[in-house]
């Protein structure tokens, strides 16, 4: 059924499911209606514990949306985004005219070879010609960013990532629901299609009911808050990303506002990767809310950035699978 409708659409999918996700989840799912992509919530894949509201489910659906609108002007195709949220069926509806007069966005060509890099940096400085630039694609009419790049600020954020860090870390249905989302061997990695492969945090390689027994019993608050602090003095910056309203429209829009950020990162050679502990936790959100004095707004992403090298990618699940239903 799938090979009947346009190879063009195919594509536009296949670009939009590159997108970032918590734990890798990759938590959509796609229907192609005549001229029309539709883009759903796969709540199969939600994380009910460390994701309780479904924010996190949210903004990566709109980084999957930013993704199919940069592919389908790529291709010649102008795109008419509609969200519809009622019902309990959520959706957001993507018309596709073809356009010849529609003019590709550069940061189409980094979709590929964006990564969630979650390695140490470097403690190099990133220049400010180039943080303007990660600010312009950042920001949008509902989405504000506090950027975070001196010594003092990011001391003072770091309070936030370690609170954070030990709550979590000292709940055990956190803990099982992240470990059962880890791929702890390459074969793995590559059957399920999904999850944080280990490699790519640069743990070695181990059969998974090893890991499991490692990450469940060896693993604590207190270690995990001492990799985080050495992670936290080699960034050499945060970007905190901001809702203005905590609505799933919001949600969205700030998705697709870090998605541009991240494909803004990979051009300019800047690798980066989520620390979103003190947004997850509801307690130190509000610390923060008070700190940056944020009032109604809501801090829902918390991104890190520096320089560094590439680091093996978690794998993704084939185009096919995550195409729910085709009516042509």
Not at 61 to 74: D, M, P, Q, R, T
Not at 243 to 268: C, D, H, V, Y
Not at 270 to 291: D, S
Request: net charge positive; glycine share 6%.
């Amino acid at each position: 059924m799938i090979h009947t409708v346009h190879p063009e659409f195919i594509k536009m999918i296949a670009d939009a499911a590159k997108a970032p996700s918590g734990h890798n989840t990759q938590p959509w799912k796609f229907s192609i209606e005549a001229n029309r992509i539709i883009l759903e919530p796969d709540f199969s894949r939600r994380l009910a514990v460390v994701d309780a509201d479904d924010h996190a489910l949210y903004i990566s659906l709109g980084c999957a949306l930013e993704n199919l609108i940069l592919s389908a002007k790529a291709h010649e195709f102008s795109p008419t985004v509609s969200f519809n949220f009622q019902n309990g069926k959520d959706n957001i509806s993507v018309d596709l005219i073809k356009s010849s007069g529609e003019k590709k966005d550069l940061l189409y060509d980094y979709i590929n070879s964006r990564q969630s890099t979650r390695n140490e940096y470097s403690q190099q400085s990133i220049e400010q010609s180039k943080l303007n630039q990660l600010k312009s694609q950042a920001v949008q009419d509902s989405v504000e960013v506090l950027f975070f790049t001196n010594k003092e600020q990011i001391n003072q954020l770091a309070s936030f990532i370690i609170e954070g860090s030990n709550r979590q870390f000292s709940n055990r249905h956190f803990v099982n629901e992240l470990v059962s989302w880890f791929r702890f061997s390459k074969q793995t990695a590559q059957e399920k299609g999904d999850g944080i492969w280990t490699s790519s945090m640069g743990l070695p390689a181990m059969p998974g009911f090893i890991g499991n027994i490692v990450m469940k019993h060896f693993v604590s608050a207190g270690s995990e808050a001492k990799r985080w602090r050495k992670l936290i003095d080699k960034t050499a910056g945060f970007a905190l990303f901001i809702a203005q309203e905590n609505t799933k429209t919001n949600w969205i829009t700030l998705g697709q506002s870090f998605q541009r950020f991240g494909l803004k990162a990979t051009e300019l050679n800047i690798m980066h990767a989520h620390v979103n502990m003190p947004c997850e936790e509801i307690e130190v959100r509000k610390k923060m809310i008070e700190q940056y004095q944020l009032g109604t707004r809501q801090p829902l992403l918390l991104i890190r950035f520096g320089y560094s090298g590439k680091m093996p990618c978690s794998f993704r699940r084939n185009t096919e699978s995550v195409i729910a239903q085709v009516f042509v």
